[in-house]
């Protein structure tokens, strides 16, 4: 099962950026796995962020769209989730999670492998 790790949040006011990172430890696409991001509030539920795919499709919540975006440097297995234009709403905790399928889902149950979340926080 591949083992995630995240990076990369912080602390940033309305209207800043800020990149987390997400390490796999092993090939995405070799093992044709479905990356997504994830955020939570407190003790809310799980909100979907982003989804990247082993062919490198990627899609995005209308929340986060045109504000967000996906990269990869699949050399060290490593996926990047660009923030601009950052709103207070936008804090959180950050999860990356990894599934084995047949497409990007967006309920947390059926992600198998997750980071331990990288915090974000927007000040206003």
């Known amino acids: 099962q591949v083992q995630l790790v995240e990076s990369g949040g912080g602390s940033v006011q309305a209207g800043g950026s800020l990149r987390l990172a997400c390490t796999a430890s092993?090939?995405?696409?070799?093992?044709?796995?479905?990356v997504a991001w994830f955020r939570q509030l407190r003790e809310t539920q799980r909100e979907w962020v982003s989804c990247?795919?082993?062919?490198?499709?990627?899609d995005y919540s209308d929340s986060v769209k045109g504000r967000f975006t996906l990269s990869k440097d699949s050399a060290v297995h490593t996926f990047y989730l660009q923030m601009d234009r950052l709103k207070s709403e936008d804090s959180g905790k950050y999860y990356c999670?990894?599934?084995?399928?047949?497409?990007?889902?967006?309920?947390?149950?059926?992600?198998?492998?997750w980071g331990q979340g990288t915090q974000v926080t927007v000040s206003s």
């Open positions: 999670a990894a599934r084995s399928g047949t497409y990007c889902s967006n309920q947390p149950r059926l992600y198998t492998s």
């Open positions: 092993e090939s995405i696409e070799h093992g044709y796995y479905y």
């Open positions: 990247f795919n082993y062919n490198g499709e990627t």
